[in-house]
């Protein structure tokens, strides 16, 4: 075996690009905080899928694809969805309500991550399923003295200390005074620092909770309540990764205060240095300047992209949406239009159907990769590939396989699945008519294939001499 490709990485922590060392070359370990279901995502929150859908296409490449585990938690548990399910299901009890919102959106997120060619992480817990570890580390927190109960306007709540961790802030780069002369944070009276956050908040009983059985100082401290925002991603990254684990990503907006916070809580919680040793982070999906957002009332959702016609009149494939993002490097903003999409299909549109056949990936992308996911110049070299095997059909495969190491490798149904299955469904039926003796029905079926594009290759079943059709978009 040849030398592994070393890749450089840039880390949020250090403002800088090195050299990725794995903890564990065998078992490369990494974190990405998903959605919040509560509602259909957006193109926004597509970027951090398929950007780090990328980086985890390119670990497999070069450590094995069974020497990576890729962690995209689901939140499940958030004042939004109550708030959502309440509106949506007014006469259902809470409970049920809340699961009808979260199991459709869950199931929509993952239907979208997979129409952008995303592979499914290695797990994709949800935050409910996960208290008892928010709890203990909680606990854990209480012991150590980095947290502490006190009571808010809505009641009795755990909270951390920032104070009590000397390094707070070493992510985003803010020191605590700073943040108390800007009065970003509203001060609350029961905070021992305004820069306090909540890690476990009590419940009403007409709101989601768990029983919280902390201790404080050997005393009964539990409250009925629910978790914060952030210590979810402290448990779920502690249950499936460990204590500390290689990398952790997300969108540019979580480095604070999600990723500041779940970096005290962990590092706090175990006495470690690090909770991760690289944090990724991606930039903007804007539109004209403004970041994509729900608030912002600018955004566009995949499903709408997908499947209506509100982009350009028209529905566009996931994969052209992938391209358009991948043309930009994902640590800058992208500036969203329908003319990036129509950039991404013409250059889609010629670039050849290919099979891999077992062919490495070329050796310029994956240098373009590894040089901090640098996906513009590997577009750019899978281009030129392209081109290349477009005029030499030796060259099919090297081309199909960069193109699968990104994603982007164009499939028959490129076309459209629903155009997929309708073309199946007429091979289908003119191998039906060809064992009726029907020859002129069945040369309709074929020469009204070809005529829109299709190509049909008939051969024979090795195995039981059957006929046997397969098809083609042609060229
Ligand atoms: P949210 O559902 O808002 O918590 O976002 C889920 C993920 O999408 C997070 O990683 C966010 O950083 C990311 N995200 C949200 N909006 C955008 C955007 N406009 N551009 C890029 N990433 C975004
Ligand atoms: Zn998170």
């Known amino acids: 075996m040849g030398a592994r490709t070393t890749l450089r990485l840039y880390n949020t922590l250090t403002r800088a690009k090195s050299d990725f060392v794995p903890i564990d070359p ?30 985890f296409r390119l670990l497999r490449h070069v450590f094995g694809e069974g020497h990576v585990t890729y962690v995209r938690n689901i939140t499940d548990v958030d004042d939004k969805i109550n708030a959502r399910a309440l509106r949506d299901h007014p006469g259902l009890p809470l409970n049920q309500a809340i699961r009808l919102v979260t199991e459709k959106t869950e199931t929509q997120y993952i239907e979208d991550a997979k129409a952008l060619g995303c592979l499914d992480p290695t797990v994709q817990p949800r935050a409910t ?66 820069s306090d956050f909540v890690l476990w908040k009590g ?12 201790v404080v100082d050997g005393k ?26 290689d990398i952790h990503g997300g969108g540019l907006d979580l480095i604070f205060p ?42 566009v959702t995949i499903d709408d992209l997908l499947h ?7 529905t566009w494939p996931g994969e052209v949406l992938r391209l358009a993002m ?47 996911l640098n996906t513009v110049a590997a577009v750019q070299a899978l281009h030129a590939l392209a081109l290349a095997a477009n005029a030499d059909p030796a060259r099919l495969p090297a081309f199909a396989a960069s193109a699968a190491l990104m994603g982007l490798l164009p499939r028959k149904s490129e076309v459209d699945e629903a155009v997929a299955s309708a073309v199946d469904a007429l091979v289908e039926m003119r191998l039906e008519m060809l064992k009726a003796k029907n020859f002129a029905e069945a040369d309709r079926i074929r020469d009204d294939l070809l005529a829109r594009g ?22």
Not at 203 to 213: E, H, R, T, V
Not at 327 to 353: C, G, N, Q
Not at 455 to 461: A, E, I, N, R, V
Request: proline residues 4%.
């Open 129 to 194: 399923e996960h208290i008892a570890g928010m709890v203990a580390i909680i606990q854990q927190l209480l012991d150590r003295g980095h947290a502490y109960v006190a009571t808010g306007g809505e009641g009795r709540e755990v909270l951390f200390s920032t104070g009590s961790m000397a390094d707070y802030g070493q992510l985003s780069r803010r020191k605590l005074e700073d943040q108390q002369a800007g009065a970003r944070v509203a001060v609350e009276a029961h905070k021992k620092d305004p």
């Open 258 to 299: 999600h990723h500041e916070n779940e970096i005290a809580q962990s590092r706090c919680a175990h006495g470690t240095e690090r909770m991760a040793n690289l944090w990724m982070h991606n930039g903007f999906l804007q539109v004209e300047g403004r970041k994509m957002s729900k608030s912002e009332g600018n955004f």
């Open 454 to 475: 299709i190509q049909l290759k008939d051969g024979k079943d090795a195995a039981t001499g059957e006929r046997v059709t397969i098809w083609e978009v042609k060229r």
């Open 26 to 55: 065998e078992n490369v370990r990494m974190y990405v905080c998903g959605p919040t279901v509560y509602d259909f995502a957006h193109i926004g929150n597509a970027r951090p899928a398929i950007v780090f859908d990328a980086l």
């Open 326 to 372: 991948l043309m930009t490097h994902y640590r800058e903003p992208i500036d969203f239009s329908v003319k990036r999409l129509e950039e991404a299909e013409r250059l889609f549109s010629r670039w050849p159907v290919a099979e891999a056949d077992g062919a490495a990936p070329d050796a310029s992308v994956v240098e373009a990769l590894a040089d901090d």
């Open 308 to 314: 209506s016609e509100k982009l350009g009149g028209r």
């Open 203 to 214: 419940s009403a009983a007409d709101q989601p909770g768990w029983s919280g059985p902390f």
């Open 220 to 245: 009964d401290a539990s409250i009925f309540g629910r978790p914060g925002w952030h210590i979810e991603c402290s448990a779920m990254s502690q249950h499936y990764l460990g204590e500390v684990f």
